[in-house]
């Protein structure tokens, strides 16, 4: 899962060879946007309880949970509009689930938000790793979907931004500035 995760990180599309029609393929996928999700979630926890109140340790726990949720949905929401796009729009016959798996596997950049606390590197660490989802997904959609890469790229510019950067900025990171900033 490790070793697949790195090298769709790394934008290599060959991984994507390995995803075939087996089970565990989606649980491995699973568990790279899960320790992702809980990457996103400590990260956030760790950034806002430096600046909290004693009394507020219950609403950064509500935080944290909501924040790995996010990202679960967000894997959701950007697989459901690179679907509809791919095979409604482009023309690609490839199932839900082929591209749920492809698109899991390269939401592994998101556990560097687990480092948003660290002073003067943290911050920007997170948002490229975020940003850096975008490309991987890209080369995911090009090779599973089998689309050209300007078609991959439009469906994947929407699902990404919908899943990745408005659902988390709505649910999130703006209500969390409100409450502890």
Request: aromatic share 12%.
């Amino acid at each position: 899962m490790l070793n697949q995760a790195l090298r769709a990180a790394l934008l290599d599309p060959s991984v994507f060879d390995e995803f075939g029609e087996e089970p565990e393929s989606m649980f491995r996928s699973m568990g790279v946007v899960i320790v992702a999700a809980l990457g996103f979630g400590l990260g956030l926890w760790s950034e806002f309880r430096t600046g909290a109140a004693s009394g507020e340790s219950t609403a950064l726990l509500m935080l944290a949970f909501v924040a790995v949720s996010t990202i679960v949905l967000g894997w959701s929401v950007c697989a459901v509009l690179v679907w509809a796009i791919g095979n409604k729009g482009f023309g690609s016959s490839t199932g839900y689930r082929t591209g749920l798996r492809a698109l899991g596997i390269c939401f592994a950049p998101i556990t560097f938000w687990l480092f948003l606390n660290v002073p003067i590197i943290g911050a920007p660490l997170a948002l490229l790793a975020h940003v850096w989802t975008l490309p991987a997904c890209v080369v995911a959609v090009h090779k599973t979907l089998e689309l050209a890469w300007w078609k991959a790229g439009i469906a994947v510019a929407f699902g990404w931004a919908w899943g990745l950067v408005v659902i988390p900025l709505f649910m999130v990171l703006i209500p969390a500035a409100d409450e502890f900033g």
